[in-house]
């Protein structure tokens, strides 16, 4: 593999892509070792077609050498108290063996960059506790904010 460190081609999944998805959900699987939570088999072309076709969610993939070895997931939210949206990075993975070669920023960049094309105000993420090189990363990216985070489980 090449040492260029900018050597990832950037591409933003459209409906057509289902093959490209499945790969990134092994790259997410891998990389967060939870294999069971991003089977690449677990969705149906069908599902992953309306979910890549909606205008809210954003998948973006690294690839090198045609193959994919890292990714984003992320969703835009309108917001009611203005007219503008937020982008929300859900995921962001790159292969181990494809580590610190900027793939991630990268990505961030390439996700930044749609945010502007949206008029969105702010890109943020979550980043776990002990996960020093996600902190890391986004702590030169942008504006640290503590704060805490609720699962609440949906109930009738």
């Known amino acids: ?6 050597s990832a ?4 999944l459209s409906p057509a892509d ?3 998805a499945r790969e ?3 790259v997410f699987g891998a990389a967060f070792e939870d294999e069971a939570t991003y089977n690449p088999k677990a969705s149906s072309d069908d ?3 309306k979910l890549l076709a909606r205008e809210h969610y954003i998948a973006l993939v690294a690839m090198v050498e045609g193959k994919v070895v890292g990714g984003i997931a992320a969703y835009e939210m309108e917001k009611l108290e203005q007219e503008r949206s937020e982008i929300y990075l859900y995921d962001l ?3 181990e063996s494809h580590r610190r070669r900027h793939i991630a920023t990268q990505l961030i960049n390439a996700l930044r960059e749609i945010a502007v094309d949206r008029g969105a105000w702010v890109l943020y993420v979550q980043a776990d506790q002990g996960d020093d090189p996600a902190i890391a990363l986004y702590t030169g990216l942008g504006t640290r904010e503590d704060v805490l985070h609720f699962d609440i489980k949906p109930e009738k």
Do not use: C, G, K, W
């Not at 593999?1 to 900018?6: A, E, F, V, W």
């Open 93 to 95: 993975a790159v292969l």
């Open 47 to 49: 599902y992953l077609m």
């Open 24 to 26: 990134l959900l092994a």
């Open 9 to 12: 081609a950037i591409r933003q």
């Open 18 to 20: 289902t093959a490209l």
């Open 1 to 6: 593999m090449s040492d260029d460190l900018s």
